[in-house]
């Protein structure tokens, strides 16, 4: 299944998007009201890996590896790619893209991931996508704050 979402952020420069994404604080930030525990985040750069516990009917463990770095002057692009799934999950690769644009930043999250049983798969998606799908929210909140 697949979850794309598009977060248009004014008055933030690609620059400080940025170092928010390569900033273990941020991190923090997104998963503070979220069941979630951050056990290893390394950074971004590609074969850093970011291991987490995530709460549904039990901690689950979690653990992706960071791919596929590409940045400019005017974007930064990496995957999250499974190595630890959880809840019966077989693929997982989440895709974080920052784009300038004339009045800030666009932060684009791509989600792909499947479950050995479709079924489960459709019925797991709500839960799955509503850590990314509550940065709509989290991501201006944290610039916000960062202003003051």
Not at 21 to 43: A, C, H, M, S
Request: hydrophobic share 45%; net charge positive.
């Amino acid at each position: 299944m697949r979850y794309h979402q598009i977060v248009k952020l004014n008055k933030v420069s690609i620059a400080k998007a940025k170092k928010a994404f390569q900033d273990i604080n941020f991190i923090r930030f997104l998963t503070l009201i979220q069941p979630v525990k951050i056990d290893r985040w390394e950074g971004i750069e590609p074969g850093l890996t970011a291991r987490f516990q995530l709460w549904f009917f039990g901690w689950k463990t979690m653990e992706v590896q960071h791919s596929d770095l590409r940045e400019t002057d005017s974007e930064l692009e990496f995957f999250d790619d499974g190595l630890i799934l959880p809840l019966g999950l077989i693929y997982w690769r989440h895709c974080h893209r920052l784009e300038k644009h004339k009045e800030g930043v666009r932060i684009i999250d791509d989600l792909h991931f499947k479950h050995k049983i479709k079924i489960f798969e459709i019925l797991l998606y709500p839960i799955l996508i509503s850590p990314i799908a509550i940065r709509k929210i989290l991501y201006p909140m944290f610039f916000q704050f960062q202003k003051n």
